[in-house]
């Protein structure tokens, strides 16, 4: 292209503008999810985004000495995304999971023949007039408020996340599992690393699932057992699963040890050739997935992160990883990118992508 144009223009020195016209996806009947994928790579803003996602998604799995750490955290297992997360495990596309004890919890729940139901995240408006009433500080939809709605789901001893029921009789169930099936085994070695109690559980789940024929895939925890996989639950205190084990604690040798999985976690990102990272949420499990890398010489040679939170807050849940890539957490030269959205949606369209573009 001349700097020049007919008029005489003349254009200007452009360092950061490359010529590279936007395009326009076309969406047809019968489109499978990966080409529905490259198409959003012609579109702009978010769909941009997730195209990338899926093009370093598929590299970080194509490559076959990279070693995959995956954070899990949200409600992802009650939502629906179980099977999802199981099946990467199980086809050996995660060497390590870092999570929090409420997807463990909801992942045994499963296994062993508890379910989650659909249900609402507040009454319909749709069912009553507008007249604008208001009671206990909540405006009326249809004939509850949204406060009197929670309230009626703790008399029926239901808990609500978001628009997912789930029966309290399920937490009964687990805290028997746990007492029967977990812990005892556990209590012959005293205190154990959280990763050891996970692999445990895992095993537990399995074995119970398989023993009793239940409809429900045995899970995440039992597929990393399978496979071999680490999990790292490094807030398990925060959970049903951890006040469970403490109170097991209060009557029995059994005890965590919070610092055990710092070695092998550790070790398993220092002796690896490449690394990468897929990070769903934030909290926890994404700065425990991150900060192995201070410690180890290298870094992060991919990396993807699906989150709703911006990140002009400061808070790490939406914080870039171009942001940690000053803390050395990435690789100068690392491929990276951010998907801002709802995991239940974002999650299944990039592994959907990845998967049919390497299988």
Known sequence: ???????????????????????????????????????????????????????????????DDCTVFMSLAGAMVPTGMRKVVSDLIRDGYVDALVTTGANLTHDAIEAIGGKHHHGRAHPDPSSSPSHGSREHGAEHHGEKTEREHDETLRDEEVDRIY???????????????????????????????IADLCRELGRANSEVNDREGIDEDAGVAAAAYEADVPIYCPAVQDSVLGLQAWMYSQTSSFS?????????LTDLAYDADTAGC???????????????????PGAYDYGVQITMDPSATGGLSGATLDEARSWGKLEKDARNTTVLGDATIMLPLLVAAARERIE
């Open 163 to 193: 628009n997912v029921y789930l029966p309290q009789e399920h937490f009964a169930l687990f805290e028997s599992h746990l007492r029967s099936e977990v812990f005892p085994a556990l209590e012959e070695e005293g205190t154990v690393s």
């Open 1 to 63: 292209m001349s700097d020049h144009d007919d008029d005489g223009y003349e254009m200007p020195d452009r360092e950061e503008f490359q010529h590279d016209p936007l395009g326009h996806a076309e969406v047809r009947g019968g489109m499978t999810v990966g080409e529905l994928v490259e198409q959003y790579g012609h579109a702009g803003i978010g769909a941009a985004d997730v195209h990338e996602a899926a093009d370093i998604y598929a590299e970080m799995l194509a490559d």
């Open 256 to 264: 965590l040890d919070a610092l055990a999985d710092m070695t092998p």
């Open 278 to 296: 897929l990070l769903v949420g934030g909290g926890v499990p994404k700065n425990f997935t991150l900060q192995t890398m201070l410690v180890t």
